[in-house]
């Protein structure tokens, strides 16, 4: 059993004063005002690990020519069987920086190229190789609006407009709904004859509700595009990006249909006409709508070690110090469905957190020490 003392601890929805965070092995065993067991150190200021709900890190990797990215897949524009972690490369020198910046976890998405891109995969960002690094799944990455239609170069089917991408993934989803809907019916040896492909098989699951559809949008009118969609199919969703949402309408419409909005990055370069009302200030619409949200680095458009920084403009849009931890770590893991084992420092979650020189918020400041499930990953 091992504990170190903090001054102040976040906990990831809590702030507590001159505890001890109590762990044994991979598994925290709760907060105490004595030591128990080894003491491994005291420290100013103690958080839990960070995570980053939607990155391209060990796919679009530090020093290496752009042309060698493998975030997008050129061979199709729907494509439901490319899974990330299959061009995930750990030795990526990014990973390093983001976990001495205390970022331990990643969602790694396919790029925004395709109208369905392909499979997430929430990883670990200090494991040996990408097998070990792998803890969940997280849905199925999507992209509206100007990416999918920007690509029409690309190999096989691809749209010109945004009408032409939402109708060439409403006709795969009716598609299969039609099938499902008539095996259902079928009987007895009927029943055989009608089989499902691989990619068919992923879309029938996204019918069913099986998992999320992650969708890249940024303007108002491509989300209600995207929502009419939604709406039809009665899928799951996650919003990522709403960059250039410039009034609380739409959020106060994702917010009535349960829809949490993955937003950001809010650090990066508008360089593209769907951000031309990108701004900080934007903000301000997302947290009077009361949506769910997170808040992402999509590295290497904004570096995944930069994450905690981008949380200066929620504090200046009126969130407390402990709202800003909590929001890259307890409410990015319970949009990926991982605030069962990380987010926050309670009994039974892993032991992943961050140690503190002083105030994280101070720029002069860094971590000291950083653990993932027990182990040291990081000391300075």
């Known amino acids: ?40 150190g005291r420290h100013e200021i103690l958080t839990p690990a960070f995570i980053d709900p939607h990155s391209h890190i060990g796919m679009e990797r530090s020093g290496e020519p752009s042309g060698d990215g493998e975030a997008n897949e050129h061979l199709d524009s729907v494509l439901t069987l490319t899974d990330a972690l299959d061009s995930v490369q750990m030795d990526d020198t990014a990973f390093r920086d983001a976990v001495e910046s205390g970022v331990l976890y990643s969602c790694v998405v396919p790029g925004s190229g395709n109208i369905i891109g392909g499979q997430s995969a929430v990883i670990r960002n200090y494991a040996n190789d990408s097998t070990d690094a792998l803890i969940a799944r997280a849905g199925l990455k999507a992209a509206f609006g100007y990416n999918p239609k920007s690509t029409h170069k690309w190999k096989g089917q691809r749209p010109n407009t945004r009408m032409g991408a939402i109708a060439i993934l409403r006709g795969r989803l ?24 691989a990619e068919e098989t992923v879309l029938q699951d996204l019918l069913a509700g099986k998992f999320r559809l992650r969708a890249h949008v940024h303007k108002i009118d491509d989300i209600a595009a995207l929502l009419r969609l939604v709406d039809d199919y009665k899928l799951k969703l996650t919003v990522e990006h709403a960059s250039d949402v410039h009034r609380p309408e739409i959020f106060q419409a994702l917010r009535q249909r349960k829809v949490p909005v993955v937003y950001g990055p809010v650090d990066s370069f508008a360089y593209k006409v769907e951000l031309k009302h990108e701004d900080w200030r934007n903000i301000h619409h997302l947290l009077a709508a009361k949506v769910e949200f997170g808040l992402m680095s999509d590295h290497p458009v904004t570096l995944a070690r930069q994450l905690l920084l981008q949380t200066r403009w929620f504090l200046r849009a009126g969130l407390s110090k402990q709202q800003a931890i909590e929001l890259v770590s307890h409410k990015n893991a319970r949009i990926l469905g991982i605030d069962d084992r990380l987010g926050t420092l309670k009994k039974g979650k892993w032991a992943s957190f961050i140690c503190w020189r002083g105030d994280p918020f101070d720029l002069a400041n860094y971590p000291t020490a950083v653990y993932g499930e027990g182990k040291l990953l990081f000391s300075e």
């Open 174 to 197: 009716e598609e299969v709904r039609r099938k499902v809907q008539k095996y259902n019916k079928a009987k007895g040896s009927k029943k055989a004859d009608i089989t499902f492909s």
């Open 1 to 40: 059993m091992n504990s170190i003392f903090a001054n102040t601890i976040y906990t990831g929805n809590s702030i507590v004063s001159d505890q001890y965070l109590i762990f044994s092995g991979s598994k925290i065993i709760g907060l105490a005002k004595s030591a128990k067991g080894r003491l491994l």
